[in-house]
């Protein structure tokens, strides 16, 4: 089994429509793929209409959490995606997205960068706007080479020239809330420093004993010694150890599939979670 379980779609960031991206996962030859959009679960039903034979869909979501000054997302999966607590917190989050983009539009048109809301809204369609948004205005504007260009102190990394900071969830209330939900919890791409801080060791440590599942090893953002690092601490701490593209569409360069799940771990997340079940194609619209 060919298993990538942190995608994106128009439904967030990504530049595929949910619909294209569960094609797209077939036409790769996934047997599974989870949709994690950014604080999302719109892409939901697009996605499970276009659903093909002999794809599995993991509904899942990728929630912005912030710990001691250091932004990190969690990936939770199947988990009841009506559930009041976890779902109140998601519009928390997404209600704070488009005045966070206004503020760092205000703060480009200061350091001189004609960025325009019309033209970041544009960008975003129907997506929850977010940064990959306005550094796609930047590439446009020919500011920067690419979306990754922008994520630097010059411009949109955390602490950066245009940086504005957002409603962000505790982590260890990220685990409660999705744990209170049905859901499985995984730390995405813990070790991705050049995103900018990134949790400790110890603090990983704590959030598995807050009942944290897994954490992401294999990541594009990872290299060969910090993935042999997380798999060593992950059994250290017995927490399971997942691999995914992170696919973004043409927004980034990976490829789907392009790192992948055990299909063990797979199973064992399938087990732990009671919130929702992974959903079998049929063949989709």
Not at 23 to 28: D, E, F, G, K, S
Not at 100 to 128: C, F, H, Y
Not at 181 to 198: D, E, I, M, N, Q
């Amino acid at each position: 089994m060919r298993i990538d379980l942190h995608t994106h779609s128009t439904a967030s960031d990504g530049t595929d429509t949910p619909a294209e991206l569960v094609r797209n996962a077939a036409a790769a030859g996934l047997d599974v793929v989870g949709l994690t959009d950014h604080d999302t679960t719109r892409g939901y039903a697009e996605a499970i209409a276009a659903l093909p034979e002999g794809l599995t869909l993991v509904t899942g979501a990728e929630l912005s959490c912030r710990l001691d000054g250091s932004s990190m997302h969690m990936l939770a999966y199947l988990f009841d995606a009506e559930e009041p607590a976890l779902l109140a917190e998601r519009e928390l989050v997404r209600d704070d997205r488009v005045p966070r983009a206004r503020g760092m539009i205000a703060k480009l048109n200061e350091l001189g960068v004609p960025v325009t809301w019309e033209q970041v809204a544009r960008i975003a369609g129907d997506g929850s706007v977010g940064r990959p948004h306005v550094a796609s205005a930047l590439v446009e504007l020919g500011v920067v080479a690419s979306v990754g260009d922008a994520f630097t102190p010059d411009w949109l990394a955390d602490g950066g020239r245009a940086y504005v900071e957002k409603h962000e969830t505790d982590p260890f209330e990220a685990i409660r809330l999705i744990k209170g939900a049905g859901g499985v919890a995984v730390f995405a791409h813990p070790g991705a420093v050049k995103r900018g801080r990134t949790v400790s060791e110890s603090a990983i440590a704590e959030l598995a004993a807050a009942g944290l599942d897994g954490i992401e090893v294999d990541h594009m953002d990872h290299d060969p010694d910090t993935r042999a690092r997380l798999r060593g601490l992950a059994k250290e701490l017995g927490l399971l150890v997942t691999g995914s593209s992170d696919y973004h569409g043409t927004r980034k360069t990976v490829a789907l599939g392009e790192y992948a799940t055990d299909p063990e771990v797979y199973g064992e997340i399938t087990r732990r979670a009671t919130g929702a079940f992974p959903v079998p194609g049929t063949g989709g619209a």
